[in-house]
């Protein structure tokens, strides 16, 4: 995969080479709409406080719009366009931050994204969640609150805490005298934290792939796709057994991509991986291919990509720093 100069650049995941030249704009795709971390990128410390020498990942937003700049990173969040062997697309959401309203505004726009069709919840920390508010801009208006809602997948867990967060989205029923808000339309599925128990969202099987978030703390990664298999884990420490098993070359089979967790360059982290035990974990999966998301602004893109496009010549295991706004054309 080359570097990236312009997030406007397509890099193709194809099943059987995994390398192949033009676009497929009619078919299935990956969007991300955000690879950093739960502060994003830039810092702002780095601006209202700058180093001296200024940290020049944070810096570079001052100067290079977001668009050509893949340093610049929202909350981690992807968007499946699942193309139906009919030629329906279906719009499936994972995650929905405190940067969401930026996403949409900058990527939806960009890629011509029509609507959301699903939401699926990995968990229910602010950088996943915190952007539930704004689903309603992505809704057809009505003062009534007379349209269709989105289904929200998550767990009984993630559930009890948006309740607290969100009571307005979870409310079913006007209280007496309560007077008629717009506020977003959703429909609230549960799904359980385990791998033999998938779900469908908008027509597309999703297994869900527990992972520890801090030893006490379980989040959500998720497999999908029947012709190339696709497993997206944002915040993860360590793999459990069964977990691994699933997505496992050695396993029950090799994943053509993988999109994995790296909050910094070196050493290790509490509650994520890093980028040591990313790479040691695709060495451990070895998925045909691998795209790392949730850094932090230790990463420079481009520079780290060609320390990452030595280290797959070596390893014989495609991994890139994805970016947000990158499309990944890909056949689900």
Request: with cysteine; aromatic share 8%; proline share 7%.
């Amino acid at each position: 995969m080359e570097n990236q100069k312009s997030s406007r650049n397509a890099d193709i995941v194809d099943c059987n080479s995994l390398a192949v030249d033009g676009d497929v704009p009619n078919g299935s795709a990956l969007i991300f709409l955000g690879t950093g971390c739960s502060s994003a990128i830039p810092h702002v410390m780095c601006l209202i406080q700058p180093s001296n020498p200024p940290c020049q990942v944070c810096f570079q937003s001052l100067s290079i719009p977001p668009e050509r700049n893949p340093n610049y990173r929202c909350n981690t969040s992807l968007l499946i366009d699942y193309c139906q062997s009919d030629g329906k697309h279906n719009y499936i959401l994972i995650d929905v931050g405190k940067t969401f309203r930026e996403q949409v505004l900058r990527w939806f726009t960009f890629h011509k994204i029509p609507r959301v069709d699903s939401i699926i919840l990995t968990h229910e920390h602010a950088d996943a969640v915190l952007g539930l508010d704004d689903i309603r801009a992505v809704q057809r208006y009505s003062p009534t609150n007379d349209t269709d809602p989105i289904p929200i997948y998550l767990t009984e867990f993630a559930m009890a805490s948006i309740a607290k967060k969100f009571p307005y989205l979870v409310q079913k029923k006007l209280r007496e005298g309560q007077e008629v808000r717009r506020v977003a339309q959703v429909d609230w599925k549960i799904i359980e934290e385990q791998c033999d128990k998938p779900f469908v969202a908008s027509h597309l099987q999703f297994v869900p792939l527990p992972v520890m978030h801090g030893e006490d703390y379980v989040c959500l990664g998720f497999l999908f796709g029947e012709k190339c298999k696709v497993a997206y884990i944002s915040d993860i420490s360590r793999f459990p057994p069964n977990t691994e098993y699933v997505i496992s070359k050695n396993g029950a089979g090799q994943l053509d991509l993988l999109i994995l967790d790296t909050l910094s360059k070196i050493g290790s982290h509490n509650v994520h991986f890093c980028l040591p035990q990313s790479l040691e974990a695709v060495k451990k999966l070895c998925p045909k291919r691998a795209l790392l998301i949730g850094m932090t602004h230790v990463f420079d893109h481009h520079k780290d990509n060609e320390f990452l496009k030595e280290w797959s010549q070596r390893e014989g295991i495609p991994v890139q720093l994805a970016h947000d706004g990158l499309r990944v054309p890909i056949d689900l």
